[in-house]
């Protein structure tokens, strides 16, 4: 995976985001709800590398820690929607009268779009930070719990497995040691997808003014805020959008590359040359 050049910038680019994220306090010029009206909507400069905002914040600094709530967010949703749907994949999967009536709930979770089923489930249980992990997480389960279930359908009738049915181990041995290693690849590839889609629901649900409390910086936030001004003072929605563009787009590419390191059958193979026989003038 490490061969390959766009792999390697999107590693760096994500933990060079996360580095920053974590050090923010120690080596930040500003502080980021420090509000400074003689100096609302500056342009970029030395002193402001972003520009600063309509309340004289600085949007560096603003970009910088809002990172870390997003990165949370699509950490956390990540992790707990790929082991929920992992365990409803694998009983789905490995159980065929369960499989009836886990799919039909799955399905009619995935009748609705993930953001859609978000922004309802936010706006029911209120926006703070543990109810939009808990809404994510119920919207990118049923995703992952579909794909689970078609890689253990692809293992049920495997020859170990069915030896290690008829030697009599049983059903929770068989997908913990037989089932589960077999399928890591596609879960821990999703993973990286769902960690990608729950930065941008995040974003989304903060615009749309449903996500965390407005003083706390999100990029979401940050671009709900400066849409009023975007015409004349630009940088206060560009620089936030290009976090967002940037780290959305190395976890995707993060996510390409393992699934081409993991999976043998991704890995190109060489063509020969067609052999081109010469013709002799006489």
């Known amino acids: 995976m490490l061969t390959s050049k766009r792999n390697v910038i999107a590693i760096s680019s994500l933990l060079i985001i996360t580095f920053a994220t974590l050090t923010a306090t120690i080596w930040l010029p500003f502080t980021p709800s420090y509000i400074d009206p003689e100096q609302r909507l500056l342009a970029p400069s030395a002193t402001h590398w972003f520009g600063t905002d309509n309340f004289g914040r600085d949007i560096f600094a603003r970009t910088i820690v809002a990172a870390k709530i997003s990165l949370f967010v699509g950490a956390v949703v990540a992790l707990i929607s790929t082991s929920i749907g992992t365990v409803i994949g694998i009983v789905s999967g490995y159980y065929r009268k369960a499989d009836f009536v886990l799919m039909r709930i ?139 563009v940037i780290t959305v787009l190395a976890l995707n590419m993060i996510g390409d590359g393992l699934r081409n390191a993991l999976n043998p059958h991704e890995n190109k193979i060489k063509r020969k040359k067609p052999f081109k026989k010469k013709m002799n003038v006489a």
């Open 106 to 244: 799955i399905d009619g979770l995935l009748a609705f779009p993930s953001l859609l089923l978000a922004l309802a489930l936010v706006a029911a249980l209120g926006g703070n930070l543990t109810n939009i992990i808990i809404a994510l997480t119920f919207a990118f389960s049923p995703i992952m719990a579909r794909i689970v279930r078609s890689a253990v359908l692809q293992l049920n009738d495997v020859q170990y497995i069915e030896a290690a049915k008829t030697n009599g181990i049983n059903d929770v041995n068989i997908m913990a040691r037989y089932i589960l290693p077999n399928i890591l690849t596609p879960i821990i590839v999703q993973g990286t997808f769902v960690f990608a889609k729950a930065i941008l629901a995040e974003a989304a649900l903060s615009f749309l003014g449903v996500g965390v409390d407005p003083t706390i910086p999100t990029w979401g936030n940050m671009l709900q805020e400066s849409q009023i001004y975007t015409t004349f003072a630009p940088w206060t929605s560009i620089f936030p959008g290009l976090a967002i």
